[in-house]
């Protein structure tokens, strides 16, 4: 007990000193870093201004941050596993090799993130603030991310199998090997999205919104968009699907390269509606 109030108090002497220096640095463009390591588990800091601190091989798990400001703050091989950060404010933050399972982070401002390598498999994000985020290799497996605004976001390497998005914001995003298998996106929506790659196949998209998303090379293998809306056969053309993706009225799956030439079809690479290669 006694080495655990004596890491808090180090923390928060470093930290909100640190968060001073900060502010009163971003004047001269040249902001002051706080470093931390430690153990703070069960932490109580809702509300604290810990503007810029770095989190450096800590374990925050459980600690409750709801509310905080930690604009510009650093994690590095961090721990807050089933912490709360609800409410709290990460614009700007960097997170690498981190550990942010069953986390919450409900209402929280998130714009601009840089995340590398975080696990926020089974996370509360529900309308949780991500636009113009970058993350990559990033675990949503099973994360609650109904309502969130990932618009303009970069992902890459990115999990969402399992996940609930439900009514959540793609909008002008770029997925790049992306997987959405299992994952509920009823009514989210993906317009102007560059869904490049993108696993979509078992997926729930009912009403979800794909208006001139760019579905080249998108695997629909078994995905059902009988209702969702802004699809056109070009955009179809362009994606991978079989006989079992379920498909809007008037629309057609395109017959492969390798179908075509089964039918003795000629001239195979001229022909119409050939789906590329899966």
């Given at each position: ?10 923390f928060l002497t470093l930290c ?14 040249v902001a002051r870093r706080v ?152 009514h989210a929506s993906f317009r ?87």
């Amino acid at each position: 007990m006694l080495r655990r109030l004596c890491h808090l108090l180090v923390f928060l002497t470093l930290c909100l000193g640190g968060a001073v220096g900060y502010a009163a640095a971003e004047d001269r463009d040249v902001a002051r870093r706080v470093a931390f390591g430690g153990v703070c588990v069960k932490c109580d800091l809702a509300g604290r201004k810990l503007v810029g601190c770095a989190f450096m091989a800590s374990n925050f798990s459980e600690a409750n941050l709801t509310g905080a400001d930690l604009r510009g703050a650093e994690f590095h091989a961090a721990s807050f596993v089933n912490a709360d950060l609800s409410r709290s404010d990460l614009r700007g933050a960097s997170i690498m090799a981190s550990n942010f399972a069953g986390a919450r982070f409900a209402d929280a401002q998130l714009e601009g993130l840089d995340a590398k390598a975080v696990n926020f498999s089974n996370g509360h994000l529900a309308r949780a603030h991500l636009r113009a985020s970058s993350l990559t290799a990033v675990d949503f497996r099973r994360a609650d991310l109904a309502g969130a605004d990932l618009g303009e976001a970069t992902l890459v390497a990115v999990d969402f199998q399992g996940a609930d998005a439900r009514g959540a914001s793609f909008n002008d995003s770029e997925f790049r090997g992306v997987t959405l298998r299992g994952g509920h996106f009823e009514h989210a929506s993906f317009r102007s999205a560059e869904l490049d790659h993108a696993v979509l196949g078992g997926a729930s998209l009912a009403g979800a919104d794909l208006t001139e998303a760019d579905l080249t090379r998108a695997d629909l293998r078994g995905a059902d968009l009988s209702t969702v809306r802004g699809l056109t056969q070009d955009q179809l053309d362009d994606a991978c699907s079989d006989g079992a993706t379920r498909l809007p009225r008037e629309m057609a799956i395109a017959a492969t390269r390798e179908d075509m030439v089964i039918m003795g079809t000629p001239r195979v690479e001229e022909g119409r509606n050939v789906a590329p290669p899966c």
